[in-house]
């Protein structure tokens, strides 16, 4: 690999490393995410995705504790950026650590409103607590439901979220309602690595 272009150079190594990662290959995958990590020439945009994407290898091969200080080094790196605070948030999310998970989601939206991903998982994230933890919560929970179906008419997890709620509520008619509502629903589904069955 030369150095002349090295901000496409290390692009490169992240997306050897996304590959390796989607093959299973985690100590490769590691490799290419430390390199560009520890190269002093990265852009700061760049590191912040191989720390990312290092945190998700580290979740696949169950270390937390390295996963999480990959995700909270991101944060640091960039703190007005929505994508460290969504992915630790799905970490949070993976070990039921809700209010945490909440907490970086809500910090996400804050950045981007428009991105319908931390949208869905907020809500399945307070719809979660309410049923566990805090009850009140449960009037929020539709009230985000009817302004993430505003916001996002086209978006299918939207609709699938709203009637599995309404289902596990025992509102039968309803959900049918909302997972009818968008006949589209299953072709605009997000790519989320939780489901959004509750």
């Known amino acids: 690999l030369k150095e002349e272009p090295i901000k496409f150079v290390n692009q490169l190594r992240c997306l050897r490393g996304i590959f390796a990662w989607v093959m299973a290959d985690y100590k490769t995958a590691i490799q290419h995410f430390d390199t560009v990590i520890l190269d002093p020439k990265s852009y700061m945009r760049l590191k912040v995705q191989a720390h990312i994407h290092r945190g998700e290898v580290y979740q696949a091969k169950g270390d937390r504790n390295r996963a999480l200080a990959d995700y909270n080094t991101a944060v640091q790196i960039d703190e007005d950026h ?106 605009t589904m997000l790519p989320t690595k939780l489901t959004l069955l509750l």
Not at 133 to 161: C, H, I, R, W
């Open 82 to 187: 929505p994508d460290p605070y969504l992915h630790r948030a799905q970490f949070y999310l993976s070990i039921e650590g809700l209010e945490q998970a909440i907490k970086d989601l809500e910090k996400c939206i804050e950045l981007d409103e428009d991105f319908p991903a931390p949208w869905t998982q907020l809500v399945y994230g307070q719809y979660q607590m309410a049923r566990t933890m805090t009850p009140s919560l449960l009037d929020q929970v539709f009230k985000n439901l009817g302004k993430m179906q505003e916001q996002f008419p086209l978006v299918g997890d939207v609709y699938a979220l709203y009637g599995q709620v309404l289902q596990d509520q025992r509102q039968f008619s309803a959900a049918e309602e909302k997972f009818l509502e968008h006949k589209d629903w299953h072709l």
